[in-house]
């Protein structure tokens, strides 16, 4: 009922019943006529439902029932002296929204009339109705002129505050990738030089009683922990490119179809996957380095051998994980220094205890092998 009320239609009903009324009222005034009157008070209110449909002054439908309400009322107030309070009200309310929608200079022109009528009219009465309603309308239009300064000052707040945030969220992204990026390059990679270093002791260290042994495996197995933790810290960390990205765990070897299914929309080339040996869930660091070794031997295929066909096979054994990904695409042209990614690979199987080969296949293409334990005690 209340939004009814506040309706446009709602709102020029309302004006428009209370200028009929008044106009019935002032029918036995033997200088007014019924027919005129009633004329007068429907044309001064009913345009009001144009100027309240929407923003005024934004169209020329609502601009032109703007200045049909004022015309009517200017009207209705000199020649014929039947002004009612609810066209007078119509006139006041158009020039407020006028005002509101930020059109000052045409609140300004609807006041205007009124001023001359003031100004030059004999008739005491008009003068008296005149003077009230510019003083009306100018405050109407400067409660308007008002209410739009402090709505377009709140916008602009809430825009600028949204760019702060923006600034301050890019700034912490920012701040998040650093920090990631520091991690990787510094204390992984030294939690991986001490799971490294541990296992060799252990190994190579000759008359190496078997407590001694055992410490060392559990230095290696808590560095190697370690290093999984990190790495899935870093996951969180890196989650700064899209606010929209949902945190997932770590990939493992259930999503290797995944990953050969988009590495094969990439390359549009054939890449297959052959799994020998009793398959069984692994240990999580286990899974997730045979799963980025296989994607970081993916990447180097597709991009030293585009067009090439993959193998990737999977051989589960008792004591060890073997992971092969070979191509049939030219090898390699010449040997130098390993690239930052088969030093990655080779790195992430140590981390886990495993080892890792790199080189040219038998029959041509290249070869990717990895050997993972897949429990503490295949390190023996």
Same mark, same amino acid.
């Given at each position: 009922?209340?939004?009814?009320?506040?309706?446009?239609?709602?709102?020029?009903?309302?004006?428009?019943?209370?200028?009929?009324?008044?106009?019935?009222?002032?029918?036995?005034?033997?200088?007014?006529?019924?027919?005129?009157?009633?004329?007068?008070?429907?044309?001064?209110?009913?345009?009001?439902?144009?100027?309240?449909?929407?923003? &005024?002054?934004?169209? *020329?439908?609502?601009? @032109?029932? $703007?200045?049909?309400?004022? +015309? /009517?009322?200017? #009207? =209705?107030?000199?020649?014929?002296?039947?002004?009612?309070?609810?066209?007078?009200?119509?006139?006041?309310?158009?020039?407020?929204?006028?005002?509101?929608?930020?059109?000052?200079?045409?609140?300004?022109?609807?006041?205007?009339?009124?001023?001359?009528?003031?100004?030059?009219?004999?008739?005491?009465?008009?003068?008296?109705?005149?003077?009230?309603?510019?003083?009306?309308?100018?405050?109407?239009?400067?409660?308007?002129?008002?209410?739009?300064?402090?709505?377009?000052?709140?916008?602009?707040?809430?825009?600028?505050?949204?760019?702060?945030?923006?600034?301050?969220?890019?700034?912490?992204?920012?701040?998040?990738?650093?920090?990631?990026?520091?991690?990787?390059?510094?204390?992984?990679?030294?939690?991986?030089?001490?799971?490294?270093? &541990?296992?060799?002791? *252990?190994?190579?260290? @000759?008359? $190496?009683?078997?407590?001694? +042994? /055992?410490?060392? #495996? =559990?230095?290696?197995?808590?560095?190697?922990?370690?290093?999984?933790?990190?790495?899935?810290?870093?996951?969180?960390?890196?989650?700064?490119?899209?606010?929209?990205?949902?945190?997932?765990?770590?990939?493992?070897?259930?999503?290797?179809?995944?990953?050969?299914?988009?590495?094969?929309?990439?390359?549009?080339?054939?890449?297959?996957?052959?799994?020998?040996?009793?398959?069984?869930?692994?240990?999580?660091?286990?899974?997730?380095?045979?799963?980025?070794?296989?994607?970081?031997?993916?990447?180097?295929?597709?991009?030293?051998?585009?067009?090439?066909?993959?193998?990737?096979?999977?051989?589960?054994?008792?004591?060890?994980?073997?992971?092969?990904?070979?191509?049939?695409?030219?090898?390699?042209?010449?040997?130098?220094?390993?690239?930052?990614?088969?030093?990655?690979?080779?790195?992430?199987?140590?981390?886990?205890?495993?080892?890792?080969?790199?080189?040219?296949?038998?029959?041509?293409?290249?070869?990717?092998?990895?050997?993972?334990?897949?429990?503490?005690?295949?390190?023996?």
């Amino acid at each position: 009922m209340r939004n009814s009320v506040r309706s446009p239609v709602g709102v020029s009903a309302g004006l428009a019943l209370l200028a009929v009324g008044e106009g019935l009222l002032r029918s036995g005034d033997p200088g007014s006529s019924l027919a005129v009157v009633l004329l007068l008070a429907l044309a001064t209110t009913l345009p009001l439902v144009f100027v309240l449909g929407g923003e &005024a002054g934004r169209d *020329r439908g609502r601009s @032109a029932a $703007l200045v049909a309400v004022s +015309a /009517a009322c200017v #009207l =209705a107030l000199v020649p014929f002296q039947a002004l009612t309070v609810g066209a007078a009200g119509a006139q006041l309310v158009c020039v407020y929204v006028s005002a509101r929608a930020g059109r000052p200079l045409l609140a300004g022109v609807l006041v205007v009339p009124y001023v001359a009528v003031a100004l030059f009219t004999d008739h005491d009465a008009t003068r008296i109705v005149a003077v009230l309603l510019a003083t009306l309308a100018s405050a109407a239009a400067a409660t308007g002129v008002t209410h739009h300064v402090r709505s377009t000052a709140l916008a602009h707040s809430a825009t600028e505050q949204a760019f702060a945030d923006t600034l301050l969220e890019h700034a912490a992204r920012g701040e998040r990738a650093r920090i990631a990026r520091e991690l990787h390059d510094v204390v992984a990679h030294h939690i991986s030089m001490i799971a490294v270093q &541990a296992e060799n002791a *252990r190994l190579t260290t @000759a008359g $190496l009683p078997p407590d001694g +042994a /055992a410490r060392f #495996l =559990a230095i290696g197995d808590t560095a190697r922990t370690a290093l999984t933790e990190m790495r899935r810290l870093l996951g969180v960390l890196r989650e700064d490119a899209d606010t929209g990205v949902q945190r997932r765990p770590q990939p493992g070897l259930g999503q290797l179809l995944e990953l050969l299914d988009e590495a094969r929309d990439a390359a549009g080339s054939a890449t297959r996957l052959i799994v020998s040996g009793p398959v069984a869930a692994l240990d999580p660091g286990v899974e997730v380095t045979a799963y980025r070794i296989v994607q970081e031997a993916l990447t180097n295929a597709r991009r030293h051998a585009p067009g090439a066909a993959v193998d990737v096979e999977l051989h589960y054994g008792d004591d060890e994980l073997a992971v092969r990904v070979r191509d049939n695409g030219p090898g390699p042209t010449a040997p130098g220094v390993p690239g930052h990614g088969l030093l990655g690979m080779r790195e992430r199987a140590a981390t886990v205890g495993g080892t890792l080969r790199t080189g040219p296949a038998p029959g041509g293409g290249f070869l990717v092998e990895a050997r993972l334990p897949v429990h503490a005690e295949a390190l023996a």
